[in-house]
DNA sequence: CCAAAAGTGTTTGTGATACACCCATGC
DNA sequence: GCATGGGTGTATCACAAACACTTTTGG
């Protein structure tokens, strides 16, 4: 028998967090220590409450603008974790959700209730709850995402080299890319506009400068063009 | 700052599903005819609410343990809904689960409370609230998997022909393949007992049965093997 | 002139696709 | 003996992977 509203349990439902970010380096999440009970003093994932008048994205964006103050941040729905007991504290379930930030570009907002901080995702500490495993999925979810859309920008200045973003996709992947291979694949797209400008930061002979085109982008979606790296 | 558990807002949980089967020929899913408010009359997924103390994925199996009287089905975690007006009646998320069954093999049991029935998802009915996004997400996830996970089997009866296998992937992709390619390719993979026996309903001359092995395929993955149909 | 990173093409191998005929059987 | 679906192999093409040298320029 179906159970009808009247007799249904409510529960209290989070939201957690995981944002990516990069160093140019390695892929990196951000992590709070919690100022708070229960299970303060450690590590975990960035989150809150639904209320009762948002949806789990509003939600989200809610709390990723209270941390940055953008708005304009790329997230997608990861999974509801449910396990019974995942929350000491209360019953509790928490749907994930991951976030791709740049991490030059923006500086975070102080805050007096936690401590932010980046991690790699390789060296990240042990984290409360059920979050470790949040981040596993989130991981998997992103290296799916990664190669099938072209979300890997978002993680990037808006003017990035071809290293750069070789360098970002090996992060993301976990592996070596020949750089002769990944610049004749990224060009084959035809994405990407070429600026005559030059990052000179890197070396004496300077290298020039991407941007991902959007508007190209779509057009060719519309035509049945599908991104594949 | 962070909501404290003590101030949140609690809400009701759902739990739909998206009830996939197959038929020799087109993709199914099963519906059901709402005998109660809101919405009585209309067709939509089966459903429930989550009780405070199973996780979602116990509420799924108990929703289609009460429908099918089976405790081995397939089921996976597709999404949670969660605008904040998806259903009229009270403030409610859902989250949608889908599962694969094999509808041969297994007879629905009565319920007094609804009438339940397969649909083409071709010529499904609209259903209540958000429930047409849920199923076309579930039918695009099920795309993904089919052809990277070995889950195509939970829709087919334990012993199956080549064309049988060919029909359901043809199905589920909404394409038409080519027999010999298809059936190169499913031998490549050597996830497959051949039987001795014949399927002799389809022609005089029969057509050989087919079965999955399960710890070949487990003991391939172990070895770095990737299924990819 | 040299150190350091940027930039650039070709070859080879592998997997995907296209395609047509013979086989076995019951009637 | 014939109608019906079952079963099988090869040639071509497209994409993925391996691979090394030249260019630029600031010091």
Known sequence: MLSSYSTADKV???LDCIIFGFDQHQLKILL???DFEP???KWSLIGGFLKRTETLDDAAKRILNHLSGLDDIYLEQLYTFSEVDRDPGERTLSTAYYALINSEDHKLLEDGDYTAKWFDIKEAPN???DHNEMVQKAILRLRRRAVSKPIGFELLPEKFTMLQLQKLYEAILDVELDK???INKVNALDILVKLDEKDMTSSRKGSYLYQFD???YDQKIEEGFTFKI
């Open 12 to 14: 209290l439902l989070a």
């Open 32 to 34: 709070i220590q919690r």
């Open 39 to 41: 299970e303060k003093g």
């Open 127 to 129: 984290l409360i709850f």
């Open 180 to 182: 002769r291979n990944f």
């Open 214 to 216: 959007k508007e190209k």
